[in-house]
């Protein structure tokens, strides 16, 4: 256990469906941050929010719409996604933005795959 | 953005050997760090070295930073099986910026 918890772990979807992920960390941390990892890609950074106050959405399609609600808790909604969003989905903290002082903390991922 | 390039892209080395896996990145940095993430899990913090460092060590672990080549290198001595893993850097600029991951080197020890 890191510290940061994902769910679920694995989740298949089809493409009319409706489903969230989960993040917690009980870690203090003040920032939090959602990335994707496809095969043979950089992970890419997705959402990022800072004191609970979302500061970057890279063009993500807003079919992921990110909800965080306290410090501790930070969700991904998910609708009508397409078969290329399949991928491991990874949820981070950091003390700071740049995570300067400790680094980034990441949850296990939940691996999606939509059909 | 900017982004960490990983070199090799993948390294295969038997138990006991010294795995050296090496990072360019493009533009002014504060920290670089490396990670290591098993098969399918998610990433672990390794180390992280600030821009006014030249080296550290944490166990097994030797990280230089060059910033003026802008490059990083990444040893595991005496490597183990359980060392099998992809890792990555990743650049943090300024106070605003986030940090951006590479491609990754994949590692693999056998025994």
């Known amino acids: 256990e890191t510290g940061v918890t994902q769910t679920p772990r694995h989740l298949v979807m089809g493409m009319t469906n409706k489903k969230s992920l989960k993040c917690e960390q009980h870690l203090g941390h003040n920032a939090m941050y959602w990335y994707k990892q496809s095969a043979k890609k950089p992970l890419e950074l997705m959402f990022v929010y800072s004191l609970e106050e979302r500061v970057e959405n890279n063009s993500v399609p807003s079919r992921f719409s990110p909800e965080c609600p306290n410090s501790s808790h930070l969700f991904l909604h998910l609708h009508t996604l397409q078969p290329e969003d399949s991928a491991l989905y990874l949820c981070?903290?950091?003390?700071?933005?740049?995570?300067?002082?400790?680094?980034?903390?990441f949850g296990s991922g939940t691996r999606l795959t939509v059909v | 953005s900017q982004q960490g390039e990983e070199d090799p892209q993948a390294l295969s080395i038997q138990e006991g050997e010294n795995a050296t896996m090496n990072c360019s990145y493009k533009?002014?940095?504060?920290?670089l760090q490396w990670y290591r993430q098993n098969s399918g899990r998610g990433l672990v913090h390794l180390i992280l070295i600030r821009s006014n460092e030249r080296e550290k060590h944490s166990g097994r672990l030797r990280v230089t930073l060059d910033t003026s080549k802008k490059s990083s290198s990444l040893l595991i001595t005496a490597s183990r099986a359980a060392d099998t893993a992809s890792y990555f850097c990743a650049t943090g600029e300024g106070s605003q910026g986030n940090l951006i991951f590479g491609k990754g080197t994949k590692l693999s020890v056998k025994p």
């Open positions: 533009t002014s940095i504060n920290n």
């Open positions: 981070a903290s950091s003390q700071d933005r740049v995570g300067f002082y400790y680094g980034y903390t």
